[in-house]
């Protein structure tokens, strides 16, 4: 029995996740343009306590989303090995700057409560851990830039296929 072709478009379960972790990657990122650009601004003010907790949020969803792609294995081809690799390259970045940021945020010995939900407990700041908050220093918002530069790339890759009809890849995330 042959297998039955692939779908040609995402389920609602994973268009929901891709557009919902889109908005909040559009808002984590102007929170950070705010803060390096605009600090101690009204606008810093008003998005900078934010940042933590939707980066933690979409750290979740980022797992909800791997999760259920491995439980789904259904799903549109990727158009190239190129594709591949870019996707790999957001799924690290989006990982990785997340994880950086709670690690920092644990070895700072402040206490993290993302939405009133208790997440990381403190201790004595007198007793922080150094290496965290140099690893944090050095990679988290450079990591986010670079995940940045992809997510625009990946943009611009999207539209170029859909505008010059090679694939129709918007399509298979619009629904």
Known sequence: M????PPVRYDR???WLHWGMAGLFAWIFVSAGAHALAER?????????THKPVGTLLLALLLARVAWALARRRRPPAVSALARLGHLGLY????????????RQWGSGRAFAPFG??????????QKVEWTLQ????LHGNLG?????LVLGH????????RAGHTPVLARMAG
């Open 155 to 162: 943009v611009a890759a999207a539209l170029w296929h859909e």
């Open 13 to 15: 379960i994973s268009r």
């Open 41 to 49: 601004s009204a606008l810093d003010a008003l998005l900078w306590p």
């Open 117 to 126: 939900l208790p997440l990381l407990p403190g201790f004595d700041v007198s």
């Open 145 to 149: 830039w670079a995940l940045l530069s």
């Open 2 to 5: 042959t297998p039955p072709p």
């Open 135 to 138: 690893l944090g220093r050095l």
């Open 92 to 103: 690290a970045l989006m990982l990785a700057v997340p994880a950086i940021g709670l690690l």
